[in-house]
Every structure is written in structure tokens, then in C-alpha cells.
């Protein structure tokens, strides 16, 4: 009986312990949770007595990308529409020089005329005065008699004459007569960087004023086969036809490129487009303006490949930087001075060259009238050739486009 008795005072004293751990744990942690805010629960307390509604905490903001719309705000009004109407004109028959066509057919309009071909595009204002930058493509083949047309965004269609066209870039000058024309301001290409952020303006299938938005995706890319001279800007803002001559414009809200051609196996957008760079764009510019057509080096006509593993072991040459001479005339200025078919140019005044591309463009930037240095391997030395520059052949600017 006293067992039993023990027993049973024990489980209670157990009972008493264990209910009385966990209290006290509990209430510890409720004073500590409860007690920083004891002066603000009384001001809430005293808020709802009269009529204020409980603080909340303020929603947090939804995660976005950059803000461009001041940029395009500033810019767009600059893009304008170009439309370019080339004359109808007779379809050259391939026999009109033979003599049994003339015999059989005399004069007879065979073939018949071809009607008028039109060209659209867009173009850039860069003078308040109505100087509007574009692309040669843009405004046909130049045929005598073309009529170009500007559309300012203030829905104003005004006649342009051409001041020049530099084929060799894709990059023409019109002139509108106009004043205190929206412009925008002119970028240095040269401190772009890949994957900045960049707008492209433009009039892709007429839709006027159009901004897309994307990264600078390469830097000075040629052998694409858009223009002869190709130091382009790569980016995957969505460019599609007629955005040509359109404004690529930096985060500024400043001019670095001339939209100018896409890649593309379906014809559209396929996030590969191309631009001039805005300091090539102004070069031309102001030679269009100042002498008519643009002045660039020449050292007489030559083709280059590029150097090969296969074709380093055929010429037996023990690298594969550098470009070889594959075609030349005997008439140009670089035979005269010592080039010859097989030589690998390496460099160019100290520069050294990866492509043909790159060593076309030395040339045209040269000055007209310097020396400058081939730097070439011949068999198993090199051989230093200075060569003149000379000035190259262009199409002049004509009002009689």
C-alpha cells in the first residue's frame, strides 16, 4: 500500500515537471517576441480608436527592364521615309547589236519598256538645315531622273535632291529644303561596346517610326558581303525591310550607326542586322558635302585570300597569320612598287592583319598622296615594300541623278 502511494506521488511530481518546462519555455519566448514592439502596439491601439486604418508595409516594386522611352521620345521625330521613283525606261535587248536581229526586227520594241521602279526606305535628318543621311540601296540604281521624296514625321512629303553616293560604303546624302528639323546628335562608334544597349529607328514594311531594342552583338564585321567597305556594327535590335538608312542610337539618345542590311534566309528579322558606324557614316558625309564624292587611298587593284593551313604548306610559308596576294594588275601602283601574286602581307605600317577585310580598310583611310609600308613574307624572309597612295576612283555627286 505505502509503494502505491509512493508511485502515485511520483507520476504526479513527473507531471508537474514536465508540463512545467515547456510553459515556461513558451512564455519566455512570447515576452522576447512581444516586447521590442509594446510602444507601437499601443500607438496602432491608439490609431484604431480613432478611425485610422493599420500601417502596412509598402508592396515591393515588380522587377523591370531599362527605360528607354525618354531616348526614343528625343530621337524618333528624327527617322524619316524615303521613297525613290526611278523613270520607266526601254529594256535593253541582248541582240540589238547583232546584225541578223536588225535585219529580221529593225528598230521594232521587242522587249518593250520597263515601268517605273520604286524604292522605299528610311533615312536619318542630321542638320536642322535638312541634310538626311541614308543608304545608296535605299534610293535604286541612280538613274538619271530619279525622284526621291522625304517624309518628316510631321507628315510633310518634300522633294530631295541627291548631293552624293558613296557605293562603296551604302551610304548617301540627300537635301530637303527645310528648317529647324528635329536631328539627332552624333555618337563616337569608336566606344561602343558589345552587348551596350541599342534602339533601332526605322519604317520596316512602312510602319513609320518603329523602335525595337536590342544589344550590340559584334564589333567591326566585313566579309559579309553588303558593301565594299564593311566595318559594321552587329546588333540583334529587330531589323527588317525598309528600316535601311534608319538611326541606331545609343543609350543617350546619340546617333552610332546607319541601319543597313540584314542576314537572313527567310528575308525578315532573324536577329542578325548590320549598321554602318556612325564616325564612318560622318566621314562620308562631310566628303559628300565638301568635294562631291569621297576621298580614299588607293594602291591599285589586287585580290588577297586568306592564309590556310593547306595553303601555308602549297607556298611554303611556316605560319598562318596574314593574307596572301592571290590576283593582281601590273599597272597598279603596289606592283610598281614590289608586290607580287604569292606574297603574304602581314602587316600594314605596324598593323597587324587577320583578314582582307581589315586591309582594305587601311587602304581606303590612308592619305592620298602618303607612303605607307607592306610589311610582306616572301619564301622564308620578309620584305618591307612602301607603296604611294593614290587616289581611288569614285562615283561623283550629281544633281542628275
Known amino acids: 500500500m505505502a509503494r502505491q502511494i509512493l508511485y502515485s506521488l511520483l507520476l504526479v511530481g513527473v507531471g508537474f515537471v514536465a508540463g512545467f518546462a515547456p510553459t515556461g519555455r513558451l512564455r519566455s519566448g ?9 510602444a507601437a502596439t499601443l500607438a496602432s491601439n491608439a490609431a484604431l480608436n480613432n478611425g485610422a486604418q493599420p500601417a502596412t508595409a509598402p508592396p515591393r516594386p515588380l522587377p523591370s527592364g531599362p527605360d528607354f522611352t525618354e531616348v526614343a521620345a528625343r530621337t524618333v521625330d528624327a527617322v524619316t521615309n524615303i521613297s525613290s521613283l526611278e523613270p520607266s525606261r526601254r529594256q535593253g535587248s ?8 536588225q535585219y529580221l526586227f529593225g528598230n521594232m520594241d521587242v522587249f518593250g519598256d520597263r515601268g517605273p521602279s520604286l524604292s522605299l526606305g528610311s533615312g536619318v535628318v542630321v542638320s536642322p538645315d535638312g541634310y538626311v543621311l541614308t543608304n545608296v540601296h535605299v534610293l535604286g540604281s541612280l538613274a538619271r531622273g530619279t525622284e ?13 535632291q541627291i548631293i552624293g553616293a558613296d557605293p562603296f560604303t551604302d551610304i548617301a546624302l540627300v537635301k530637303i529644303t527645310a528648317h529647324n528639323l528635329p536631328t539627332i546628335p552624333w555618337g563616337d562608334s569608336s566606344k561602343l561596346r558589345v552587348a551596350e544597349w541599342v534602339l533601332a529607328i526605322g519604317n520596316p514594311y512602312q510602319l513609320s517610326q518603329t523602335v525595337t531594342l536590342g544589344i550590340v552583338s559584334a564589333l567591326r564585321r566585313s566579309n559579309i558581303g553588303a558593301a565594299g567597305y564593311e566595318d559594321f556594327i552587329q546588333t540583334d535590335a529587330a531589323i527588317n525591310p525598309g528600316n535601311s538608312g534608319g538611326a541606331l542610337v545609343n543609350a543617350r539618345g546619340e546617333l552610332v550607326g546607319i541601319n543597313t542590311a540584314i542576314y537572313s534566309q527567310s528575308g525578315g528579322y532573324q536577329g542578325i542586322g548590320f549598321a554602318v558606324p556612325s564616325n564612318l557614316a560622318r566621314k562620308v558625309m562631310d566628303d559628300l558635302i565638301r568635294y562631291g564624292e569621297v576621298k580614299r587611298g588607293y594602291l591599285g587593284y589586287f585580290e588577297t585570300i586568306p592564309l590556310t593551313p593547306d595553303l601555308a604548306v602549297q607556298i611554303g610559308v611556316d605560319r598562318t597569320r596574314g593574307i596572301v596576294v592571290s590576283r593582281m594588275e601590273r599597272t597598279s601602283a603596289a606592283y610598281q612598287a614590289g608586290l607580287r601574286p604569292g606574297d603574304v602581307i602581314l602587316g600594314f605600317n605596324n598593323v597587324n592583319l587577320d583578314d582582307g577585310g581589315q586591309l582594305q580598310r587601311l587602304i581606303a583611310d590612308a ?6 609600308t607592306l610589311h610582306v613574307l616572301r619564301g622564308k624572309g620578309t620584305v618591307a615594300i612602301e607603296v604611294p597612295v593614290t587616289q581611288a576612283v569614285s562615283r561623283r555627286a550629281s544633281t542628275n541623278y
Open 30 to 38: 512570447a515576452e522576447a517576441l512581444a516586447q521590442p514592439p509594446a
Open 94 to 101: 541582248p541582240f540589238e547589236n547583232d546584225p541578223v536581229f
Open 148 to 160: 526621291v521624296k522625304v517624309a518628316l514625321s510631321d507628315k510633310r512629303e518634300l522633294r530631295a
Open 367 to 372: 592619305r592620298v598622296g602618303s607612303i605607307v
